[in-house]
């Protein structure tokens, strides 16, 4: 019996790594967890248990643990980070602003959460990855309209927002009815970013102030500028998201109902659970994740790939991409896929014809000019990872064999020298 045991324990231990990755990001399933406070892992419990059912190992760690790092000999511990620490002033062991950044630019995946007492830290981060937080530090979202109001009272910095990116691959292909609470500070997209994007945006009647005090003059953050959420996809598809409330991701939100101040619908039920979580799939690479295998090009009529074309001849190219779909890989299915056929600039631009299974194809004529060619596609799309694919090859007016001969020269006996001197014969 207990052989029995021993051999299972160790059948578990060889395949529960290969069980819990097929259930998990394409990236990894390892996320740290940094939390101001450990009642956060209680009260905002659904969406980490979410996390879990989904196949991800979370491990919570106070902001300020003395024995924090992200990597060890070179090689980084986990996949993902999220920062639910928006108080944070400094965090523990070797983390600092320096190490988060290096960690988003090695292609890891980060969740960042704020809240009206956000530290300059966490600000800071913000704004490395495109995003600026109100400089004041008492400054809260108010919206006078789309506040969200009870039988008694209302609270107009909890508002209710229904202003969503129109993205499938971003928030999922079913329809977010209910609009998303949010309590928290605004933000804004920098301009020299072309990485960002708002994925909850803010109502025209929204600005930025202290609510406890008058402000004498308007506020810099008015209307559908403010951003509540936005998400970053780096030139690495590392991916990021940013919200101005920490409240949003709460069980106490998740279960809230909804009422704006200024519409008769009301909702049982808020839409966080579902936009949180459907948000989250998408920053670690459960959804819109490409990649392409079996590139090919060949003459027409043939199947190996030559070293060599010459001009005018007919060649096929094709490639395959698929979509990680949170289990597996599915055809990814488009219209839009484009090849260059690049030297310098394209000679050749085509696009691909599909056949529903994620083969992409096309055939065309080698143009009339000699030279150092590549394939080339490249593809990016709203809410994609990015495919960049080239390969190279020469393409000759006419396929020339070198031969060398032997010419030597007169000259005396000591002197004489030996060249060779190459000559070209077409066949």
């Not at 578990?12 to 394409?26: A, D, K, M, V, W």
């Not at 969740?111 to 530090?137: H, K, M, Q, W, Y």
Request: aromatic residues 12%.
């Amino acid at each position: 019996m207990r052989r029995q045991s021993i051999i299972f324990f160790f059948i578990t231990l060889i395949l529960l790594p290969f069980l819990s990755h097929s259930f998990s990001s394409i990236n990894g399933h390892r996320l740290l967890v940094l939390l101001d406070d450990p009642s956060l892992q209680s009260s905002h419990s659904i969406f980490f248990n979410s996390l879990i059912s989904r196949g991800f190992h979370l491990d919570f760690k106070l902001a300020d643990d003395p024995n924090l790092t992200l990597q060890r000999y070179g090689n980084y511990l986990y996949d993902g980070l999220v920062l639910f620490s928006p108080t944070a002033e400094r965090l523990g062991g070797s983390l600092d602003l320096d190490a988060v950044v290096d960690y988003v630019d090695s292609g890891h995946d980060l969740i960042l959460a704020a809240s009206a007492s956000a530290s300059d830290l966490i600000r800071n981060i913000a704004t490395e990855c495109g995003v600026d937080f109100d400089d004041d530090p008492l400054a809260m979202v108010i919206d006078h309209n789309d506040h969200v109001v009870s039988e008694t009272q209302g609270d107009h910095t909890l508002i209710a927002s229904d202003d969503f990116i129109q993205s499938d691959v971003i928030l999922g292909n079913t329809k977010i009815e209910a609009p998303v609470l949010f309590k928290g500070i605004a933000h804004s997209l920098n301009p020299a970013s072309s990485l960002v994007l708002k994925v909850l945006s803010a109502s025209q009647s929204a600005y930025s102030a202290n609510p406890d005090s008058k402000f004498s003059e308007p506020p810099l953050l008015t209307g559908s500028a403010i951003s509540l959420v936005s998400i970053v996809q780096a030139r690495n598809n590392a991916r990021i998201m940013i919200s101005g409330s920490l409240d949003m991701f709460s069980n106490r939100l998740f279960k809230s109902g909804v009422k704006k101040a200024e519409s008769s619908n009301k909702y049982e039920k808020s839409s966080n659970e579902q936009f949180v979580i459907e948000l989250s799939k998408w920053v670690f690479h459960e959804r819109g994740h490409l990649k392409a295998v079996n590139v090919r090009h060949n003459k027409v009529g043939e199947t190996d790939e030559p070293a060599i074309y010459r001009i005018n001849d007919d060649l096929d190219f094709s490639v395959e991409i698929y979509e990680w779909c949170g289990k597996n890989w599915e055809p990814y299915v488009t219209n839009d896929v484009q090849v260059q056929f690049y030297m310098m600039s394209p000679y050749v631009l085509k696009t691909l014809s599909t056949d529903q299974k994620g083969l992409y194809y096309t055939s065309f004529k080698v143009p009339d000019v000699y030279g150092v060619f590549q394939f080339k596609v490249e593809y990016q799309r709203l809410g994609y990872t990015s495919l960049s694919l080239s390969k190279q090859f020469n393409s000759s007016k006419l396929d020339l064999k070198i031969y060398f001969s032997m010419v030597t020269l007169v000259g005396s006996y000591d002197n004489s020298n030996v060249t060779w001197i190459p000559s070209y014969r077409v066949e």
